[in-house]
């Protein structure tokens, strides 16, 4: 009984930082303004037998319709109310994503906006997803319903209504972030409103939630509604499971507020691990793989237990929301597989994989003049996501998380799981190795010259499949092949002129 009552206790203290993922399920993947009827077939056809753990959604209540510019994906971050019903689906498609992707053990998180409503600028009329009356001048929007009571317009100090100074805390959360009307979630009625939204969600089957500005909202304030959210679905999860939370806190250092205010109410995004690691990948400001060495708390990051990670996400990977140009991205493709494949492989954080759209990307000043663009669409109805007879995706999409070397590493991530970190070799600049205990290991040559190195893997003798060059098929490499001698050593020949210059090893490639 007292075992119990410990392991219980255990249980719902470590709650909302677990994300809910199946064992041996370690990524997620942040499929990026898809449509509902694509990601119930991805889960079915791609994620699940690949090993990744759960999808990270675009916003599925309903949004303001932006025609100018056209139907930007910034939209999405502007709510008209609670239903379900976007450009990505209705609820009865939202429900069967829930449930096909759940039935075969990938987990839905949603992208929770709850900060704010559409902007000041948004007009009145019925411009949104679901056709549902706003007037946003008036703070009206009756299909909630909020009115003028349940926002921020009193309580905002500055001058203009809109945050001024990022070095005022009260400033920062109270008032209105790029013009966005800014709820007042310190009124038990919006709270209420909020958490009967989540609920509604993880009653249909969701495993947690991405919050949307979580810098925006008090701690304690985003405390008080995730105290009114219900356990998951007993139909998929066990009984008493508390929804995965991941809050957006973009804090790179330097201002009022930190990271560390919201550990109590979940994980938090690390913004510090994808500009860090993007500077050391293009060795800028005098960056090299061989400081990597302490990669994580050792960079000054937060605790491993509290951070999710990330190379890029929707926001930075065109140049909003904090990173800045050392962020990697699809564009950068070969630094971008190796920056990818260096988290996936490295303990710290969860990790969670990038799936983007191509954009028409177009510098004026060194600025992305087409930074708005929303996905691929048909007279503004999202383009459906074709699959190529090579597996790669059509219609725009670049679907980086079906690029053999991604797609592997999340393999790799599920093989090496609890695993301690270890071997790590370096040549003192860019190139570098390391392993995770017996199960993998993993060698980077990120310099202009070649490298040719006998190392200590850690893993058991044999011959194994280089999971990036290619893939293990029926026993058979298409790739390069590292032969691990009985002493666990093993020669790495890796080109500085090869298509990707890292090679990763499994116990579940080994031939
Ligand atoms: C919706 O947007 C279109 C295009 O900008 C505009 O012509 C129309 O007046 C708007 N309708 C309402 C009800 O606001
Ligand atoms: C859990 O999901 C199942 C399957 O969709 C559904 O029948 C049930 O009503 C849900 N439970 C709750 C509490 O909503
Ligand atoms: C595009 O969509 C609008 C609004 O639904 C419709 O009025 C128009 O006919 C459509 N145009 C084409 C070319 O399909
Ligand atoms: C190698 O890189 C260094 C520094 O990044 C650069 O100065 C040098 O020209 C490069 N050499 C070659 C052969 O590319």
């Not at 070799?425 to 860019?430: H, K, R, S, V």
């Amino acid at each position: 009984m007292k075992f119990f009552l410990l392991l219980s206790a255990i249980g719902l203290c470590w709650a909302q930082y677990s994300p809910n993922t199946q064992v041996g399920r370690t990524s997620i993947v942040h499929l990026f303004e898809w449509r509902w009827a694509d990601i119930a077939q991805e889960c079915e056809r791609y994620l699940a037998p690949n090993g990744f753990g759960g999808v990270q959604i675009s916003p599925p209540n309903e949004n303001i319709v932006v025609h100018n510019p056209s139907r930007p994906w910034w939209e999405r971050y502007q709510p008209i109310s609670y239903n379900i019903c976007t450009r990505s689906g209705n609820e009865d498609e939202f429900r069967d994503m829930v449930n096909r992707c759940n039935n075969v053990g990938v987990r839905i998180y949603v992208d929770a906006v709850i900060n704010h409503m559409c902007s000041e600028a948004g007009s009145s009329g019925t411009n949104s997803t679901c056709g549902s009356y706003f007037d946003a001048q008036n703070r009206a929007f009756p299909a909630v319903p909020y009115s003028g009571w349940d926002f921020n317009d009193v309580k905002c100090r500055s001058g203009s209504g809109g945050i001024e100074n990022y070095n005022d805390a009260a400033q920062v959360r109270d008032c209105r972030l790029v013009g966005l009307l800014d709820l007042a979630l310190e009124k038990d009625y919006v709270r209420t409103k909020i958490a009967d939204y989540m609920n509604h969600l993880i009653d249909i089957g969701v495993a947690g939630f991405r919050l949307d500005a979580a810098k925006h909202m008090w701690p304690g304030d985003i405390k008080a509604v995730l105290d009114k959210l219900h356990h998951l679905n007993v139909t998929w999860f066990p009984e008493g499971s508390r929804p995965f939370i991941y809050q957006e806190v973009i804090d790179l250092g330097g201002e009022a507020i930190s990271s560390s205010e919201y550990f109590g109410n979940g994980r938090v995004t690390e913004f510090k691990y994808g500009a860090k690691l993007g500077t050391v990948i293009r060795k800028w400001s005098g960056e090299k793989m061989a400081y990597l060495k302490n990669w994580g708390e050792g960079w000054g990051f937060m605790p491993s237990d509290r951070a999710l990670v990330f190379v890029d996400n929707h926001d930075n990977q065109r140049g909003h929301g904090a990173g800045g140009a050392s962020i990697l991205t699809f564009w950068d493709a070969r630094m971008y597989k190796m920056a990818v494949g260096f988290m996936l492989a490295h303990p710290y954080g969860f990790t969670r994989v990038m799936s983007s759209y191509h954009w028409p990307r177009y510098f004026e000043n060194g600025k992305d003049v087409n930074d708005w663009v929303g996905p691929p669409n048909n007279n503004e109805t999202i383009k459906e996501v074709t699959i190529n007879p090579d597996t790669t995706c059509g219609n725009g999409w670049v679907c980086e998380h079906r690029w053999r070397q991604i797609r592997n590493m999340v393999a790799f991530r599920n093989v090496v799981d609890g695993q301690p970190f270890t071997n790590w070799w370096d040549n003192g600049n860019n190139q570098v190795a390391f392993g995770r205990g017996n199960r993998g290991f993993i060698v980077f040559n990120n310099d202009n010259w070649s490298l040719s190195s006998t190392l200590q893997t850690g893993l058991p003798s044999g011959t194994y499949c280089d999971v990036i060059s290619g893939d293990n098929v029926e026993g058979d490499c298409t790739g390069i092949k590292i032969s691990v001698s009985s002493d666990g050593r093993a020669h790495f020949p890796i080109s500085n002129f090869a298509e990707d210059p890292f090679i990763a090893i499994h116990t579940e490639a080994k031939l």
